[in-house]
């Protein structure tokens, strides 16, 4: 996914750790309350101007709802403006526990208002910010008038309470009082420096109440010395702009002006093109801020990554940025209407195909237009936008791209999921772009993507979900190629890595979830120096469960059957050697190790595979040892980060066998192994330290005798979790002698902080 509209659709995803409580705000919060607790008042408007907290309330209160059992289950949607009621019906129906599958769209409507209607739990829905009234039965299925369904809208507009029949609550801004609260809690006044005399109440007044503004300002302004405040004051008493928005124009213009990276400043702009409340993933404004800097032949990717990572965590420190869902940042409406009014005259959102387009333009969005532009003045423009909606074909000539000889960044996609649109036209229609650094597509029907090789700029390319017919040999003139992601895509013919690894300047690759042409397996890719990657991540399979489980992790790399054949040796070691995260399956012929070290990555007295978070290996029959070390005197440092082991149908007889040093498994919280036939023991050629082990998980290892020496049984004072299933030959857990294992001393000791034992 690359781009995704903020709807949540359950509480429990929306905690309310920023939702400060004030005096005034309670005494609203509890009129909400009690009205969708109203058995004769079923539709609460909750109505306030942009940056009045209308949304943290309305997540609170459901909260509260739920917490208190006043309701079964919270669906929480984003109207926004313009709606798009076809994908809020779809978020709707996966709220309701529905199942899209075979169902018409022309049906959701009617399917929606059975379920409702037919339900015999409470439910709540919440439509946040609505700008106009709409039919709720026509456009979402959702009964105006129900019972066992409360209704809350959040809104700008009295009139749309009004026209839609709602019970309205006001909530007004912050009093000054309240104001200087929520200033005080973000710049942290106690540590400012002395002789403020009054400016941060002078400061507060001049934010309108208005809480998104208050933080802002307090962020720019925290451990900020005297000289700064005297200068932010004088800031705000001199700014005149339109009333509607003088207060919050102010605020944030102040903190946009003192933000220290220029890069900061561009992406700030970047993102109020996108539509409001959309969220947008890191990865994509980290690619657009690269593709705006300048960058040659020599120059190195990753340095140039860091720092638009860092201008984006500026805007997040901010608050300019909020954080969304995992790797995804949003930009709060108020915020965004500022940052539209400061570039007005650079960046266009061109949301309605009736709108003017401007003149001179640098950042530009075109956004679900039936009549696509064509004659407008390209020749400023470095970033381009398109987003299509479910279009039948993307058709664009050859004089579309033709004047826009300063193009830096294009991102082409079609927002409809799960659907190719045809776009064969494309490619023809770049050639022009002579400066181009950054291409980004996504669900399209892309064809010969061959010509791309003339654009010998372009230093970042990522096809998400496309259809290609190879990765071509014209990739090789791509000099300033740096960044490669191909993302769930059909490849038609020949293997790509044949052409990946021959891209030595290459520093970025992602490889995950494609099709291909998979029926020549007769050898293993036999293509000269292996790629020296700073991140990666190569997989057959979606890894997101790994990330959720272990974090984020850069360099990831998962080899079964599928791609096995693909990988050249040299280049499959050098990826096992400096993967966080390694997973192999399959019975791979082609390659037959029975050791991690030194098999695949050889022993070397610097230490080894010291990077690896994760180890997951799979029928692997060859497998007797991950480590063996028998024939190596003093030992090898490898695994020395390992969070978290999972064997499963590997023939190992142990984890390791020869002399490690200290501090190896010491980071392991999780460990899992099935299927193990030939197991006897675990780490039995030593004492280690397991003193992070929260889980350990055995299930079918008819060979295993005993676990743990005494002496690594010792260190499991964090063990939370031990389960063990048929293991028909087990003797016991900890091997000693008179069974002293059993006793009351040794079982508080050791498992003394253990929830569960299943054995």
Known sequence: MVFSRANVLDIRHLPPQDYIHFESKELKFQDLLKALQDENSNMIGLQGIGGAGKTSMAKEVGYKLKESKSIHKFIFLVVSKPPDFKKIRGELVKGLGLSLEEVKEEELSSIIFSRIINNNEKLLIILDDVWEKFDLIENLGIPSRHKGCNLLITTRSSRVCKEMGCRMIELH???????????????KLNNSPRGLKGMPEKIVEHCGGIPVAIVAIARVLKSQPTPVWKDALKTLEDHVVDQDLNDAYKCLKLSYDNLKNEKAKELFLISSLFPEDYQVPIQVLTKIGTGLGSFGENDIHHLARSEVDGAIMELIDSSLLLHGEYEYVKMHDLVRDVALKIGAKDIQSLIDSKMRIKENLRYFLIWNNDDFPT????????????????????????AFFKEMMRLKVLVLFDNYYYTRTPALSLMNSLQSLKDIRTLILK???????????????????????????????????????????????????????????????????????????????DAISQNGSPLTLHRYCISSKDLSGYFE???????????????????????????????????????????????????????????????????????????????????????????????????????????????????????????????????????????????????????????????????????????????????????????????????IRWRSCIFGNVEYILV
Request: some cysteine; overall charge negative; aromatic content about 8%.
């Open 443 to 521: 669900n399209l029907d892309l064809g010969d993507i061959s010509i791309l090789g003339d654009l010998l700029s372009l230093g970042t390319i990522w096809f998400y979900y496309c259809s290609i017919n190879e990765l071509p040999s014209e990739f090789l003139k791509l000099k300033m190629l740096r960044s490669l992601e191909v993302e769930r895509c059909k490849i038609e013919k020949n293997n790509p890595f044949e052409v990946i690894e021959r891209c030595s300047q290459l520093e970025e690759l992602t490889f995950v979830d494609n099709w291909f042409d998979n029926e020549e397996k």
């Open 173 to 187: 801004m912050l009093n000054n009082k309240e104001a200087l609260k929520l200033f005080d809690a973000h710049a």
């Open 549 to 743: 489980k272990y974090g984020s992790m850069s360099r990831c790399i998962r080899i079964d059957d599928q791609l096995s054949h693909l990988v050249s040796e040299a280049t499959f070691k050098q990826l096992v050697r400096r993967a966080e995260l390694l997973i192999l399956k399959g019975e791979d012929a082609q390659r037959i190790w029975k050791n991690l070290i030194p098999d695949i990555v050889a022993t070397d007295d610097r230490g080894m595979m010291n990077d690896l978070i994760v180890l997951h290996l799979s029928s692997c029959p060859y497998t007797k040892f991950p480590i063996y070390t028998k024939d190596h005197d003093y030992g090898v440092a490898a695994f020395r980060n390992l969070v978290g082991i999972h064997l499963s149908k590997v023939e190992v007889e142990d984890l390791c066998h020869g002399s490690l040093p200290s501090g190896v498994w010491e980071q392991l919280e999780i460990m899992k192994l099935n299927g193990c036939h030939r197991l006897q023991s675990i780490l039995s050629n030593g004492n280690y330290n397991l003193c992070h082990l929260k889980s350990l998980q055995l299930e079918d290892c008819p060979m295993l005798v005993t676990v743990f020496q005494p002496s690594t049984a010792r260190s499991l004072m964090e063990l939370e979790k031990l389960t063990i299933r048929d293991c028909s030959a087990l003797e016991c857990i900890i091997q000693v002698k008179n069974n002293i294992a059993n006793s």
């Open 375 to 398: 004659n407008f003045d390209g020749s400023k423009l470095e970033v381009l936008l398109i987003i299509l909606d479910d279009s039948e074909e993307f058709k664009v000539s050859c």
